[in-house]
């Protein structure tokens, strides 16, 4: 008896931030080991669920390099990386949609299903959510790579309003009818920013940011953007992190509220970030 | 942290019940030490307040006898009960409404707006909700006691659909123009099957019904409603517990699908019987 | 014959006053002998419900005095005064709930509803209507007497939109938890102003305000919004009168365009104020 | 101060009567006298715009055969009546429309619009509303005299919800293109019918229904629909009354409560018959 | 098969303007030989009602002057004209009256509905949808001939809401209470003007306005509103286009997009003008 | 001019086609050659979105086998089919959902886009659209290909109501979790009858149905329900015809009131079947 009264007690201990995120938008970036472990899976598809249940509206936006670069692969398409961006020619276009919109997306979809709150996955086509353009480096050609232009937002708004889940596939619509490959930190961010987010929540395999990468012990747990905006500039933030610091200051700049780097691998880490005040990973906020 | 992840994992463990009863109505007859401890009385708040957070429409419904009582005595009326029922001339009936209406439901309505969801105290007058007759016992005269004829569930509709909390004072209107004294088990019952509510809960000061009052080892966990109409006829129910019965079958018998009696004593009894599969209490169904 | 026919001429004399007033929320101070001699309650009652017919949203404000003092003196406590303000403790603000809400509230919600519009009883607890805060008067401790510092008109506008008739006790839900006795003319005044009306009207005792209080022939019709600062500056409203002229002031401060002082005692007062040219009592404007 | 009290007073005495067709429809068939002196189409228009301002629904629905004749003389055309049924060729027909509708129908909209409450006329073409055929009398051709079919109530009810008093002209629309003319007595007791008004009222220039026509003092009160139906066959309702009896058959047998036979001349008979206990005319009723 | 799939050509061809006008309003003055034959008059019926089924909002605005002096004629009434203005006395205003509104606004209407789609006719009375004035002009007395002061375009609205397609005969509603006559072009560019209209079209017997109406090969086929105001003021535009141009430069300044002088007597006309590229007649636009 | 005129005329031949199907539903199973050469797929987009902009609500439903087949031979795997339905192991079913979901149904979307509706894609799992189970054909085992065992309209009902066109790749949500690969046709008849929807087209490379498929002269223009039942009983269709049949058969006894088998390479095969009087290919109805 004692341990099912301790129980109800941590369910109270959550309704302070039940209150505060109650009819809220927060966008998930959701990628890393988080979309690969099968138990990972399921644990964070159960925390959307409750998250949707309590009367928050989470909108999950993913990528999928890994399991692109391993269909790649199967197909005897060479996989090359300039600047952490993919190589993506005709062929490997087709082969990155594919794999996100018809692999990865509905997986997430499914689980999120078999938890009890149905969800819809959308790409960039569908109802025009995602508006891109040939992204421009220098002189190099990456191919079909490219950077959003604008988030038309009316479908998320009608699926949010319907009671789905809307799960993102980040494929952009060129308005040269060509699709392009655009990075999920960064769609998540315009997302977050189009859709005035509460908050912005970025699932990776690290604990958030470092002052020093290699100090395990220098783990930043609070950064004010124009902070967070000059460690960018000065080049001290590593490569891996770069576009997921970028989606945070898109986001904040556009005034969603706070922006969240967390480690995904840690079970509930979503339901630990918004429902308890054991702050975890890294926030940055504006103020 | 490993704490932490406990308490992430705990609010999962709610989700099933989450699911279940989102949306639906839930009639809890508040009353006995769970009104009367300070404590308790917070803890309550908070659990209905959480109930409401997470999609299920609860609907408070309260006596107050023990403090009527002490009112009586301080204003020199003689406390008599007969047959369980209070004699309530025409005086007792003004203190009776002041006492319920204006101390007890206020202070109701006061706790759970501090934590955080809106409620509003209405009595039996308000929008008409308990119109009432006199109760006919036989030859003797109780005065103002009565008994419901007809609940008219708009004010309770409406209240729920701004999104309040009602918190009910058991007084009946009558078609005479009087207030009428109506036992509040009663009354939760009658409303509950108005409703057609999922559930109704009697909070008491004991851990249920016993199939012998005296053997603490004999509580019933779960019992069907024909028993239960049963052990009523053949006066197995103690008279504490014979108007909560009574209130149960009324409910069950309009299509309420189950019926708890719970000790309110016990911290956040509420949240343990609507979000875990701890069972407590004594709970009544159809089948 | 003769008689109906003038009886329909009088109706159709009554239109440009419907008209005017179609869709309009007046709020109306309810008090003195207008509220305790019953062949006035009725009228009162019949007009109230006869304005929501014809298309007006009236809102009742009550205290309740006279009735409280009885009270106090039953349960022998002392009836003091300072500066007309009553003297409060932890004991007299719980008799000062019991008989508003309790009692005088649900005696004008059972007499409404009797005529044929459901009306439902507030008080500043509900939905968090009165927000209140201890009033300060110089160093004297008057108790659990207090002021507005917030109206949440929500819940107003809810049960104006479910077709009810709000009916108020002047109770304020302090922001400690504790409740405060607030000047019911003072309310009045706030609620006004709170909801837009169009009008306010206070029943009094007497026929409205005098150049001369002695003098029965000096009774001020007409008074404009300045000219009635300027009296209550220069101390010449006598004590009685003077919060509801504060009340007027409030009122017609935040936009209201008319504040009325009427004799509740004449019958029909509020139908002869609104639906006659026959001005009675007396009406303060701005302009 | 005396005769603005009894004003008061009779005010409330008509609180029954709105409290009884608030939101009620009631079809009005406007003719005879009361349509062509001025002074009566005053009172009459005042006493529609004041049902419509205490929350009835008024329809107005009228002929004009008198203005139709006096035209059709200046117009040189010959005025004959069969059956009581003008003979109406096709230069008739568009004497009949556009009297009706270009004059009738647009003095009475302007009237009401004058005093306070918005009106839109129509006629049978108008959203289709009278959908009519050619009436067949034995051999007798009386051109484009026609019986309605079918009523499409679409558009009264759209210009009622919009708040409009709607006032229809009786032109039935062909279903071969033709207009025809219809008995507007007729077509009131059928537009009742589709409506399920709760009342229709006929206003002409008699008292009533007599037992014997010569006989003044013989005016019929209260009829029973069978007693009805009764007299028309057996022929003792005379020519000019038949339409109107025929009319409030077919509505009291579509579920119409009541049907009254006025004299229109009567100051505000409208308000007499509505609002008072003072029943005058003929009312014929199912039960 | 070949000219089968040139149809659905041709039906394709229609989406580009189907999308620019889907949910627009299109004000379209009928006037002229497309109101008097009868072959025209079908097509133009067609027209509309297919305008309407494409998410079109067509609102009719007609005159009828020629049939208006035939009765005149037939009555034995002086047809004259002053300046373009017919002079209208009392017994001239009823004539106009009963042909516009029970003649011709009704004969439009029920072709309308014989095609497919309800439309409800209307005038200045209806819903107080014209109000007008006396118009001056020097010291000579037209009688009851009128101009704009107010458009109250809620009967518009809710009839458009309501999804019919009104059509209004040009008949103003006088403060005074009386009828006036007005100018159906200047009507028109009114009621384009208050409702906001994308789109005015003018329907005449000429293919448009001219550079010297004399050469036939100088049709101008687009304008700038700069333009067309120098050209009324320089008098380069004869007497019976001046009312039009004068109705698009109303509209014009009011924010309507283009407004449209068009051969009503070219079939399908309106079908051309907005469905297809082949721009016909003269387009008039601010920039 | 002549020639433009005629296209005016042949837009309103359409009118009484836009009339029957004005909000109405259309389910349009799409596949075949039109679905593989860019020209058609360029000429249907343009036919969807003309449907919807005429008040039309078209379904788009989909396969892609030969571009499945494609990748599998890419892939390495072997491409084998048992009675006509692809053996789909678990590798497969993930190429499968790939081409079907990630490729051929984003082309579908931005096609329509383009053309100026927007449409959202969507498979089984979206809102749980497609509830699957395996199916079962004797003792052989297909892997991953399934049967609908549920359709859950609430994605499609919202997504329609939201103005968006619905593209579906026939992908089944099986309750196990897994992904089912389900015969295009089959769903589109699933589709149409949990749509209630008015016709249901089937795009084809052949003409329809014929008594002799060897025999061109031999199409059936229109087919009973029942004989198409029989055809079917007796083997007279032919294999690839058949899934197509069955779903027309499940349409109409679903209450569907018409099924069409078209050739799709017909330019425009879509609008000649919809808004012409030019029966093509063949016609299945009840009755």
Same mark, same amino acid.
Request: charged residues 25%.
């Given at each position: 008896?004692?341990?099912v009264?301790?129980?109800?007690?941590?369910?109270t201990?959550?309704?302070?931030?039940?209150?505060e995120?109650h009819?809220?938008t927060?966008?998930?970036?959701?990628?890393?080991a988080?979309?690969q472990r099968?138990?990972l899976k399921?644990?964070?598809a159960?925390?959307?669920?409750?998250?949707?249940?309590?009367?928050?509206n989470p909108?999950?936006v993913?990528?999928?390099g890994?399991?692109?670069s391993?269909? +790649?692969?199967?197909? &005897? $398409?060479?996989? @090359?990386? =300039?600047n952490g %961006?993919r190589?993506t020619?005709?062929?490997?276009?087709?082969?990155?949609? +594919?794999?996100?919109? &018809? $692999?990865?997306? @509905?997986? =997430?979809?499914s %689980?999120i299903n078999?938890?009890?709150?149905?969800?819809?996955g959308i790409?960039?086509?569908?109802g025009?959510?995602?508006?891109?353009?040939?992204k421009?480096?220098?002189?190099?050609?990456?191919?079909?790579?490219?950077?959003?232009t604008?988030?038309?937002r009316?479908?998320?708004?009608?699926l949010?309003?319907?009671?789905f889940i809307?799960?993102?596939a980040?494929?952009?619509?060129?308005e040269?009818?060509m699709?392009?490959?655009?990075?999920?930190?960064?769609?998540?961010g315009?997302?977050?920013?189009?859709l005035n987010?509460?908050k912005?929540?970025?699932?990776?395999?690290?604990?958030g940011l470092?002052?020093d990468?290699?100090?395990k012990?220098s783990?930043?747990s609070?950064?004010?953007?124009?902070n967070?905006e000059?460690?960018?500039?000065?080049?001290?933030v590593?490569?891996?992190?770069?576009p997921k610091v970028?989606g945070?200051?898109?986001?904040?700049k556009a005034g969603v509220k706070?922006?969240h780097?967390?480690?995904?691998?840690i079970?509930?880490?979503l339901l630990l970030?918004?429902?308890t005040?054991k702050?975890?990973?890294?926030m940055?906020s504006e103020t």
């Open positions: 008896m004692q341990a009264m301790e129980k109800a007690q941590i369910l201990e959550a309704l302070p931030y039940i209150k995120y009819g809220k927060v966008v998930i970036k959701y990628g890393g988080a979309m099968k138990d399921e644990v964070i159960t925390d959307i669920v409750l998250m949707k249940y309590v009367g928050i909108v999950i993913h990528g999928g890994p399991e692109v391993r269909y +790649m692969k199967i197909l &005897g $398409k060479e996989v @090359k990386f =300039i %961006l190589v020619d005709s062929e490997a276009i087709d082969i990155v949609k +594919m794999v996100l919109i &018809g $692999k990865i997306n @509905k997986e =997430i979809v %689980l078999h938890h009890g709150k149905l969800s819809v790409s960039g086509d569908d025009n959510l995602i508006v891109a353009k040939k421009q480096i220098g002189d190099v050609d990456l191919g079909y790579v490219g950077e959003v604008k988030i038309n009316k479908v998320l708004d009608n949010i309003n319907d009671d809307p799960v993102v980040t494929i952009g619509a060129g040269d009818g699709s392009y490959n655009i990075n999920a930190d960064k769609v998540a315009e997302i977050a920013a189009a987010a509460d912005i929540i970025f699932l990776t395999d690290v604990d470092y002052e990468f290699e100090d012990g783990l930043i609070e950064l004010k953007l124009a967070c000059y460690k960018l500039a000065e080049k001290k590593n490569q891996g992190m770069t970028e945070c200051i898109t986001a904040l706070r922006a780097i967390l480690n995904g691998t079970p509930h880490a970030e918004v429902f005040d702050g975890i990973g890294t940055i």
